[in-house]
């Protein structure tokens, strides 16, 4: 590999790493009582952004719709998959 193509590789490792140390938090946030709702609303506005800019596709912005809207305990178990992370045991699995 050479130089270029080795700094783009660790420049996409970091983005990564980022994003998944923000889902994690996210993850953690939805399972507290206090945080859940501003968590939820802050997505459906996300969800909402990705449609009307078109920045993925429509069946994306439904699945993310689907998990929004129904149980958190889903939803949280949802994203530890994408991000690989086992799940143990959630702290609270209904919404507040």
């Known amino acids: 590999m050479n130089t270029a193509q080795t700094r783009a590789r660790a420049q996409q490792n970091e983005v990564d ?4 140390e923000y889902h994690r938090r ?3 946030l939805l399972l507290g009582k206090r945080t859940q709702g501003a968590v939820l609303s802050r997505a459906w506005r996300e969800v909402r ?3 009307r800019r078109r920045l993925c596709s429509l069946d994306y912005s439904r699945e993310w719709s689907k998990l929004l809207y ?3 305990n889903i939803l949280v178990a949802q994203m ?3 991000l690989r992370i086992p799940v143990i045991v ?3 699995s209904g919404r507040s």
């Not at 790493?17 to 998944?20: A, E, G, I, Q």
């Open 49 to 51: 952004r990705w449609q």
């Open 90 to 92: 959630t702290a609270h």
């Open 70 to 72: 129904g149980p958190v």
């Open 80 to 82: 530890l998959d994408k």
């Open 26 to 28: 996210l993850v953690g």
């Open 17 to 20: 790493l980022h994003r998944l």
